[in-house]
């Protein structure tokens, strides 16, 4: 009788151990679903058009690196078609979620049917990525740049002196304060308002401007930054390009601080 009390008590003892506070029950460590919300593509890299010359093949780029990161990865036309066609990517991934082991990028491609042949028309895919069949090697469209899918030709033009400023990277609202320029080789001052939002205001709170200098040599691509330097003179220039003209240099005075 005295054993079997003793393993009574013992019994008890053990339900009241495994009941103590702080401690889950096995329903509470269930594991929470990982998410799988809409996204796009963080690149769509080329175009392709089918051989019925209506459906278009886009390469995107995609998260990977887990045993599933995308599913329903699609293409739809989001407006009717004009002289331009707009298209749309999207899929769902869990991505989001470090624990989806999905932390790298990986290649798919999308497919889209349109209502009738791409023709002449640009194809601009999620609002600002262009496409061009002009000047491209079929069955690709060709990805058009920052300066359009015609770029201006790269010469002594103000247009091809935009095309410099986005070739290195100039702030925005830059304007331009002087340019020495050949057609081959090309010397660009140019500078941009700092301090608080000015917009048009011109007052002593809104005058400081910081100065930049940019040497460029025309490629067929455009004008390709050689150096950038606030000295006067050459020296700077022509020690890394020492083809670079003296004509274009010579005269030149330092930036004021």
């Known amino acids: 009788m005295l054993c079997a009390v003793a393993v009574l008590l013992l019994g008890a003892c053990g339900t009241q151990v495994a009941g103590r506070e702080g401690e889950k029950s096995p329903s509470s460590t269930a594991t929470v679903p990982i998410p799988w919300p809409t996204m796009e593509p963080s690149a769509v890299t080329g175009v392709r058009l089918g051989g019925d010359r209506r459906t278009l093949l886009l390469d995107t780029r ?5 045993d599933a990161c995308v599913r329903t990865l699609k293409a739809v036309l989001t407006d009717p078609m004009t002289d331009v066609v707009w298209v749309q990517v999207t899929f769902t991934s869990p991505s989001g979620d470090k624990a989806s082991g999905c932390t790298s990028e990986s290649t798919a491609t999308a497919k889209v049917r349109l209502p009738e042949p791409l023709g002449d028309r640009d194809v601009i895919v999620d609002h600002y990525t262009r496409f061009t069949a002009d000047g491209a090697k079929p069955p690709a469209l060709r990805l058009c740049g920052k300066l359009g899918c015609t770029p201006p030709a790269t010469g002594c033009t103000a247009a091809s002196y935009d095309q410099a400023l986005t070739a290195v990277d100039a ?10 320029c050949d057609g081959r080789w ?11 939002a000015c917009g048009d205001t011109t007052g002593p709170a809104c005058s400081s401007r910081l100065r930049d200098r940019w040497f460029f040599r025309a490629k067929k691509t455009g004008w390709a930054p050689i150096m ?5 003179g050459c020296q700077d220039v022509q020690r890394y390009e020492p083809a670079f003209p003296s004509s274009l240099c010579e005269s030149l005075a330092p930036l004021s601080p």
């Open 171 to 180: 702030p925005e609202h830059t304007y331009r304060d002087s340019e020495k």
């Open 62 to 66: 995609v998260p990977g690196g887990g």
């Open 186 to 196: 090309l010397v660009l001052d140019f500078s941009w308002r700092t301090g608080p």
């Open 228 to 232: 950038r330097t606030s000295a006067g």
